[in-house]
């Protein structure tokens, strides 16, 4: 079994279109199992960039994605309808999906002084973990609060997704869960 994680940046990163072909040649030269894919995103105009990926790779793929709405589309030059979020390719049919939201810290204490230089991403931007069953295994995939200024998020969202697991993966699988 071959899994491959990838952030694939599809969001706000360069050169998307060029990058896309480029995944899909390199991941069909793993010839991966699963796929998880992060920041992934689709709006009214654009296909899932999950999905089209699926779409390109040689051979039969199922997937599923997990994404929310974005609080603050014009924040990083998005349509409206913009989701964003994970997604799970799997060359086998998917069984069963969850989608959950990563809490974030209640806690007002921040370190650092997030005005003095604005985040890349907005503020209050929902992350998640998507869980899929496929040919009888768990598979996860996360993206936790990136900045590191507001690490103090990650603490939280790290112990919700190993309650998380431990609640929805299958204990009679011969397979561990697979984290990505």
């Known amino acids: 079994m071959r899994v491959v994680q990838l952030n694939v940046d599809s969001l706000i990163g360069p050169r998307w279109a060029e990058r896309r072909h480029e995944i899909v040649t390199w991941l069909d030269e793993l010839e991966p199992g699963v796929v998880c894919l992060q920041e992934v995103w689709q709006d009214h105009r654009h296909p899932n960039t999950g999905g089209w990926i699926a779409e390109q790779l040689t051979g039969a793929w199922h997937w599923e994605f997990g994404g929310f709405a974005v609080p603050d589309p014009d924040a990083v030059g998005a349509d409206p309808s913009l989701r964003f979020g994970s997604a799970i390719l799997s060359r086998w049919p998917i069984d069963a999906v969850e989608l959950m939201s990563l809490p974030v810290s209640r806690d007002d204490h921040c370190p650092v002084d997030l005005t003095a230089r604005p985040p890349a991403l907005p ?19 996360t993206h936790l609060q990136p900045l590191p200024a507001q690490a103090f998020h990650r603490v939280k969202q790290v112990l919700f997704i190993d309650d998380a697991v431990g609640r929805t993966c299958d204990p009679s699988s011969s397979m561990p869960p697979i984290i990505c």
């Open 123 to 141: 503020l209050g931007m929902p992350f998640e973990l998507l869980h899929v069953r496929t040919a009888g295994l768990d598979v996860y995939s």
